[in-house]
C-alpha cells in the first residue's frame, strides 16, 4: 500500500476578502487511489461530526450529495470547510494531513494530483501552484 501525506493550502496573496471557498482535489486516473482526512460526512451523525469538529479548526465537508458518485466517475473531491468564514488578505485556510491511498491491488502504475480553488470571486477557479505526480 503506497500512502502519501500532505496539506492543501491556500492563500489570499490579493486585496479583498475571498468567500466561499471550493477546493476540487483530481486524482486520476479515477478509482486508483482514495483521499481521506478531516471531512465531516454529509449525512454522518451529531457525536461524530462534532468528534472531527472539535479535533480541528479546519474540518472540511464534501459539497456534493452524490460525492461518492462523483469520485468514481471523475477521480473529483470537492470540498468545503465545514465553517464558511471568508478569506482576509494575507491570510491561509488549510486542508491538513489529508491522505491519498493506493490499495495494492490497483492495476495503475502511476497517480496524479490535480489541485484547483474556486470562490465566489474566482467562479473559473485558479490551479494549485503545484500537483503530485507519481509512478511506481
Known sequence: ELTIIGDF????H???PLHHLIVCLRLSPPKTAVLSGKIVLPNSGRAEQEALISNSA???TFTQENWREKVRQSGEYWLAPLYDVPLEPGEERRFSQ???TVPP????RSLTVDGF????????GVPAANHIAIQW
Open 9 to 12: 493550502i491556500i492563500r489570499n
Open 14 to 16: 490579493g486585496t479583498a
Open 58 to 60: 479546519e474540518s472540511w
Open 98 to 100: 489529508f491522505e491519498i
Open 105 to 108: 491491488s490497483s492495476n495503475a
Open 117 to 124: 480553488v474556486y470562490c465566489a470571486e474566482l467562479p473559473k
